[in-house]
C-alpha cells in the first residue's frame, strides 16, 4: 500500500515537473498565458473589492459575456467527451488516443466553466452555501443546482478516467476494465445531460420568451458536436506539430542518413538471446522450449549503433524486431513533418504491425542508441502469438500507440460536418417560428437580426455568425475541407460563429427587451474582458500542462520504467527541438 | 519519500555544485518574480468595499437561526449599521402572523403616475441612493393597450396626468407560484406564511438567476456598495425588511414587512395621493381587498398566462 502511493506520487511529482521543462517555445506560450492570466487575475480582484458595478451589466442585462462563455464552454466539454462513443462503441481504432486528448479539454472547458460562473457571482464569498450538507441546496427545484452537480460530477469523472488510463500507460499495465469502462460509459450519459441541464437554465424560465422554447436544448448539443470537434482538430494538430521533429524533406533528413550507417552486424538467434528478452518481458517464460526452438528458426540478433535507421517508412518486409537492450524510436511522416510516434526499450516490439498484416511500414525506426534486437519474421512472431500471455501483451501494446493520424482527423471532420447541418436546420426552424408566427414575443429576436427600436447592437455580430456557420457548413460538405488548410479554416470560422451564436447571441437578448418592455443595452467592459481573457489563458494553460504531461506518457517516454533519470536523460523533456540531431 | 537519486555523471563535485547553484538562483529568481507579480495583479482587494468578517462569513441561513442567535445577530447588525451611519437603528426580525394573506389592488383608472410611491419606497426601504436603486417602475402606457412593451418607462412632462395616456406601477407581484423561489439554488428567497417572498441578503450568494427568472422585473442587484446619506437612513428596521443591504446581493419589494406586519399600511400606499393602492389581508372577508376583488368587475393580474398567480391586482373603476 505504501509503495503503491509511493509510486503515484512519484508519478503526479514527476508530471509536475516535466510541466516545467520546454523548448523556448512552450516557455514563451506558458509565460504568454501566464501574464494574460495575471492580467484577468488583477482585472477580477477590482471587480471582487469594488463589486459587479465595473462590468457591463445592469439590472435590465443581468447576465452578460460571462455566462455567455460558461454556456460556449459547457457545449466544448459535452463535446470532448463525445468523442469516446466512437471508440468504445463503433471501435474505432484511429480514434483511440483521441479520448484522452478529448476527455483533457473537457476537463480544462470545466475548469474555465467553473471559473466563469464563480466570477458572475456577486457574493463569491459565500460560495459555501452550495455545498449539499453544509449550505441550503435548492436541489432539484432549482437548474442551477442540477447545474452544480453535472459539471463537479463531470469535472471528477474525466480527472478519473484521464488519471486512470494515464497512469496505467506510465506504469505499462494494462487499465482494469472495470475502473474504467463503467465510467466511460457513465461519461457519456452525463456529457449530454451537462449540456441539457445547461440549456434548461434558460428554457425553464417562462417570462423570458427569446429562451422558452424546447428547441434550445437540441440546438446547444448540435452547437456543441461542432465547436467541440473542430476545437480537437486544431489542438491536435498543434499536438501533431510540436510532437514533430522537423520538417520531413524526405528521408535524406533522417538522422540515420546524416551519419554514415554502419552495416548492423548480425548473427543467428540463441536461446540465450531469448532469456535475455525474457528478463524484460515476463510474459515469455509460458512459452514452451519446443516453442522457442520453433520461432528461433530463420531468427536474427540485430547489432545496431546509435542513429541506425532499422526500417524505413513505406518500405514492405515481414519483419518483426524485439528489443533486448538499447532504444528505439519510431517517427512517422505524416503531412510533411516527422514526429515521433514512440519511443521502446528493453522487452518492447516494434514493425509487428506491418509484419503480422504485410503492409508498407507505416513509421521508421532509428535506434536512439547501441542496441541489440531479436528480428523475427511474421511466422515467428504468428507462432510466438499462439502462446496466451504472449499473445495478450503483443496485442495490448499494439492498441496503445499514440497515433493522431489523418484519418482520425477525417472521422473528426465528419462529426463536425453533420453537427453543422443540423444546427444550421434547428437555427432555421427557431428563426421561422419566431418571425412567421409574428406575435408579440418575436421582439428578442427582432432586436437580435434586425434590430429594434433604433437598438441594434447585437446585428453585426449575429450576421457575421451566421454568416461563418454559413459558410463552414458549405465548405465541410465540399471535399475542400479534406485538405488540412482548408479544414482549419472551417474549424476557426466554425468555432466562432458558435460562440457568438450561442453565447451573446443566446444571452443578451433574452434580457431585451426586459419583461417591463424597456430597451437598455449590453457592452462588455474593459474589465470584464480582461477577466475573460484572464480564464480562457487560465483554459488554454491548463490544457497545455495536461498535453505537456500526458503525450509523453502516450508515447512512453514517460513510464514507471525510466524513474529517477533526471527528466532532460529520460527524453520525455524533448516535446519538439530537443530530439533533432 | 525515499526518492531514488540519479547516479548521473557522477563527475567532480564541484561543477555539478555550480550548475545546481545557477539553477538555484535561476529558479528562485522565477519564483520571486512570479510572486510579485501575483502580488500586484492581487493589489486591487486592499481597496476591498465589503470585506466579510468571519462571524458574517460564518453566518447561518435564516431558517437555521435559533430565537438566541437571532438575538445576537440582531444585535450586531445594529452596531454595524451605528457604525456605518452614526445611528443607532431598531432591528426587528417580524414574522407572519396567522390568518393574514397580503393581497396588493391597484387601480388604474385613479393613477396619475405622480412617481411619489416610488420615492416614499426609496426612503422607507433604504434604497441606495447611488447607483440608484428603486422597486417600483410605473409604466405610461397609450390607452387601449396592456402591451407593456409598447409603455414608457422614462416619461418626463411637466404635468401629470397627461392626455391618452394611463398609468402602471409595477413591482414585486408576491406570486403565489414564484419562479424566483424555484430557481434560487440556495433557498436565499422563498415565500413565506403571509404570501411575502423574502429574501435572506446574508445568504444570497448573488447569481442573479431570480432576476433572470422574474417575468415582471422586480428584483435588483447591489452592483456595488449601496449608498445612502445618513440623514435619510429609516431606523426602523425588518431582517427581511429594509435593513442596509450590502454589496452583491438581491434586493426587491416585500410589501415594507417592517410595517406591514407591524399592523401598518406599505410606504408606497400612505404616499398615495389618489388613493389608488388598496392593501389587506385577502383572508379577511370585510377587508378592502376582499370587497374589491368581489364587486370590481375588472381586474387583471399581470401576465396571467405564465401561471405565476401574483398577488397583486389591477383593476378600473367601471
Given at each position: 500500500m505504501r509503495r503503491a502511493i509511493r509510486n503515484y506520487l512519484v508519478f503526479l511529482g514527476r508530471c509536475a515537473r516535466i510541466a516545467?521543462?520546454?523548448d523556448w517555445r512552450y516557455y514563451a506560450w506558458m509565460g504568454v498565458l501566464t501574464v494574460i492570466c495575471l492580467l484577468g487575475l488583477h482585472a477580477y480582484a477590482r471587480q471582487f473589492a469594488q463589486?459587479?458595478?465595473?462590468?457591463?451589466?445592469?439590472?435590465?442585462?443581468?447576465?452578460g459575456v460571462y455566462i455567455a462563455n460558461f454556456t460556449f464552454l459547457v457545449g466544448v466539454a459535452a463535446a470532448a467527451v463525445m468523442m469516446v462513443i466512437p471508440v468504445y462503441?463503433?471501435?474505432?481504432?484511429?480514434?483511440h488516443d483521441l479520448v484522452i486528448f478529448g476527455e483533457l479539454l473537457a476537463v480544462a472547458a470545466i475548469l474555465m466553466c467553473l471559473a466563469f460562473v464563480t466570477v458572475d457571482l456577486?457574493?463569491?464569498?459565500?460560495?459555501?452555501?452550495?455545498?449539499p450538507g453544509i449550505g441550503q441546496f435548492n436541489f432539484p427545484a432549482s437548474m442551477l443546482s442540477w447545474d452544480v452537480i453535472v459539471l463537479n460530477g463531470y469535472l471528477l469523472l474525466n480527472v478519473h478516467i484521464c488519471g486512470y488510463l494515464l497512469y496505467c500507460r506510465y506504469r505499462k499495465t494494462k487499465p482494469g476494465k472495470w475502473f474504467y469502462i463503467p465510467f466511460v460509459f457513465i461519461a457519456i450519459i452525463w456529457a449530454v445531460s451537462i449540456h441539457t441541464v445547461t440549456a434548461f437554465l434558460y428554457v425553464g424560465?417562462?417570462?423570458?420568451p427569446f429562451w422558452n422554447s424546447a428547441i434550445v436544448g437540441p440546438r446547444f448539443l448540435a452547437s456543441a458536436f461542432t465547436a467541440g470537434p473542430a476545437l480537437i482538430i486544431l489542438a491536435m494538430q498543434v499536438v501533431r506539430r510540436v510532437t514533430a521533429?522537423?520538417?520531413?524533406?524526405?528521408?535524406?533528413?533522417l538522422p540515420g542518413d546524416t551519419?554514415?550507417?554502419?552495416r548492423p552486424t548480425s548473427r543467428a538467434a540463441t536461446l540465450d538471446d531469448l532469456d535475455l528478452l525474457g528478463r524484460n518481458l515476463?510474459?515469455?517464460?509460458?512459452?514452451s522450449i519446443e516453442a522457442r526452438q520453433k520461432i528461433l528458426a530463420g531468427a536474427t540478433i540485430l547489432e545496431v549503433n546509435a542513429g541506425d535507421v532499422v526500417l524505413r517508412q513505406g518500405e514492405t518486409d515481414e519483419k518483426a524486431f524485439f528489443i533486448l537492450k538499447g532504444r528505439v524510436v519510431v517517427k512517422r511522416e505524416e503531412s510533411g513533418r516527422f514526429r515521433i510516434t514512440r519511443s521502446v526499450g528493453p522487452g518492447e516490439q516494434f514493425g509487428e504491425i506491418s509484419a503480422l498484416?504485410?503492409?508498407?511500414?507505416?513509421a521508421t525506426a532509428i535506434a536512439e542508441e547501441p542496441a541489440c534486437l531479436l528480428r523475427l519474421s511474421a511466422d515467428a512472431l504468428r507462432k510466438l502469438m499462439k502462446d496466451a500471455p504472449m499473445n495478450k501483451v503483443i496485442r495490448s501494446r499494439m492498441s496503445e500507440r499514440l497515433m493522431i493520424t489523418d484519418r482520425a482527423l477525417m472521422t473528426l471532420r465528419s462529426i463536425v460536418q453533420v453537427s453543422m447541418l443540423i444546427n444550421v436546420f434547428l437555427l432555421l426552424n427557431e428563426v421561422f417560428k419566431e418571425f412567421y408566427?409574428?406575435?408579440?414575443?418575436v421582439a428578442s429576436s427582432k432586436y437580435l437580426y434586425v434590430g429594434l427600436h433604433g437598438h441594434h447592437a447585437l446585428v453585426p455580430w449575429i450576421w457575421t455568425a451566421i454568416a461563418f456557420n454559413l459558410v463552414a457548413m458549405v465548405l465541410l460538405v465540399?471535399?475542400?475541407?479534406?485538405?488540412l488548410r482548408w479544414l482549419n479554416f472551417t474549424c476557426v470560422l466554425c468555432i466562432v460563429g458558435i460562440w457568438i451564436e450561442k453565447g451573446m447571441g443566446l444571452v443578451i437578448p433574452g434580457f431585451i427587451?426586459?419583461?417591463?418592455?424597456e430597451m437598455v443595452e449590453y457592452r462588455p467592459s474593459l474589465n470584464e474582458t480582461l477577466v475573460c481573457f484572464g480564464i480562457w489563458s487560465f483554459g488554454l494553460l491548463c490544457y497545455t500542462v495536461f498535453l505537456r504531461m500526458s503525450v509523453p506518457i502516450l508515447q512512453g517516454r514517460l513510464c514507471k520504467a525510466n524513474e529517477g533519470l533526471p527528466e532532460s536523460a529520460t527524453g520525455a523533456a524533448a516535446l519538439g527541438a530537443a530530439v533533432e540531431p | 519519500m525515499p526518492a531514488r537519486q540519479p547516479q548521473f555523471?557522477?563527475?567532480?563535485?564541484a561543477p555539478a555544485a555550480a550548475v545546481s547553484r545557477r539553477g538555484f538562483l535561476r529558479t528562485s529568481a522565477v519564483v520571486t518574480a512570479g510572486l510579485a507579480a501575483l502580488a500586484a495583479s492581487l493589489?486591487?482587494?486592499?481597496?476591498?468595499n465589503d470585506f466579510p468578517t468571519l462571524e458574517r462569513f460564518m453566518q447561518k441561513y435564516y431558517k437555521e437561526l435559533t430565537p438566541e442567535e437571532m438575538e445576537r445577530v440582531l444585535k450586531r447588525i445594529e452596531t454595524e449599521v451605528e457604525r456605518q451611519y452614526g445611528i443607532r437603528p431598531h432591528v426587528r426580525d417580524l414574522k407572519p402572523r396567522d390568518g393574514v394573506e397580503f393581497v396588493y389592488c391597484l387601480n388604474l383608472t385613479r393613477?396619475?403616475?405622480?412617481?411619489k410611491c416610488v420615492h416614499a419606497c426609496v426612503a422607507e426601504n433604504n434604497q441606495s441612493r447611488n447607483p440608484e436603486i428603486q422597486y417600483i417602475r410605473v409604466l405610461r402606457l397609450p390607452h387601449g393597450?396592456?402591451?407593456?412593451?409598447?409603455?414608457?418607462?422614462?416619461y418626463a412632462p411637466?404635468?401629470?396626468?397627461?392626455?391618452g395616456y394611463f398609468y402602471m406601477p409595477v413591482q414585486c407581484?408576491?406570486?403565489?407560484?414564484?419562479p424566483c423561489v424555484k430557481v434560487c439554488p440556495v433557498h436565499a428567497t422563498w415565500q413565506e406564511a403571509d404570501g411575502i417572498t423574502v429574501i435572506d441578503y446574508d445568504w444570497?450568494?448573488?447569481?442573479?438567476y431570480c432576476e433572470a427568472a422574474c417575468p415582471y422585473w422586480a428584483r435588483r442587484f447591489n452592483f456595488t456598495k449601496p449608498s445612502i446619506p445618513r440623514e435619510r437612513?429609516?431606523?426602523?428596521?425588518a431582517y427581511l425588511g429594509n435593513r442596509p443591504r450590502r454589496q452583491g446581493v438581491m434586493e426587491k419589494c416585500h410589501f415594507c414587512i417592517q410595517r406591514t406586519r407591524a399592523g401598518r399600511y406599505p410606504a408606497c400606499l400612505e404616499v398615495c395621493p389618489t388613493g389608488a393602492r388598496k392593501f389587506g389581508n385577502?383572508?379577511?372577508?370585510?377587508?378592502e381587498v376582499s370587497y374589491i376583488l368581489k364587486n370590481k368587475r375588472v381586474f387583471i393580474q399581470l401576465k396571467e398566462e405564465l401561471g405565476t398567480s401574483p398577488r397583486f391586482f389591477y383593476y378600473f373603476d367601471v
Open positions: 516545467f521543462v520546454g463589486g459587479l458595478i465595473v462590468t457591463g451589466m445592469s439590472d435590465e442585462v443581468s447576465w462503441i463503433y471501435n474505432n481504432e484511429e480514434l456577486g457574493r463569491p464569498d459565500r460560495f459555501w452555501h452550495l455545498i424560465l417562462g417570462g423570458r521533429s522537423g520538417p520531413a524533406g524526405g528521408a535524406s533528413r551519419v554514415a550507417p554502419q515476463p510474459e515469455l517464460a509460458s512459452v498484416a504485410g503492409t508498407p511500414r507505416m408566427s409574428g406575435n408579440l414575443h465540399l471535399p475542400v475541407s479534406r485538405s427587451p426586459t419583461p417591463l418592455g | 555523471n557522477p563527475g567532480p563535485a493589489k486591487p482587494l486592499l481597496e476591498m393613477c396619475i403616475g405622480c412617481r393597450s396592456l402591451d407593456i412593451e409598447k409603455a414608457e418607462h422614462n411637466d404635468l401629470v396626468p397627461e392626455k407581484q408576491q406570486c403565489k407560484n414564484p444570497c450568494i448573488g447569481c442573479r437612513l429609516n431606523p426602523d428596521m385577502i383572508l379577511d372577508p370585510n377587508s
